[in-house]
């Protein structure tokens, strides 16, 4: 599969070259700003999405009993 993907990439690039420019040059303008680990480390799920699924797999346990 990844030399599937190999030769489509380099397919598109000489079909299509001014895409892979553009590409390129909007990578290299975004700023190097380091993340926290706070933010490295969260899922960017807020914590009582979590408790409120937690609690309908709890409600759902007991109601199969």
Known sequence: AE??????????????????A???EAVA????VPNSSKEAASSGIPIWVWIGIAAVIAVAILAMR
Request: proline content about 8%; hydrophobic content about 50%; cysteine-free.
């Open 3 to 20: 030399d599937f993907f190999k030769r489509f990439d380099q397919a598109m690039q000489t079909a299509y070259p001014a895409a892979y």
């Open 22 to 24: 553009v590409q390129a």
């Open 29 to 32: 303008t975004l700023p190097a």
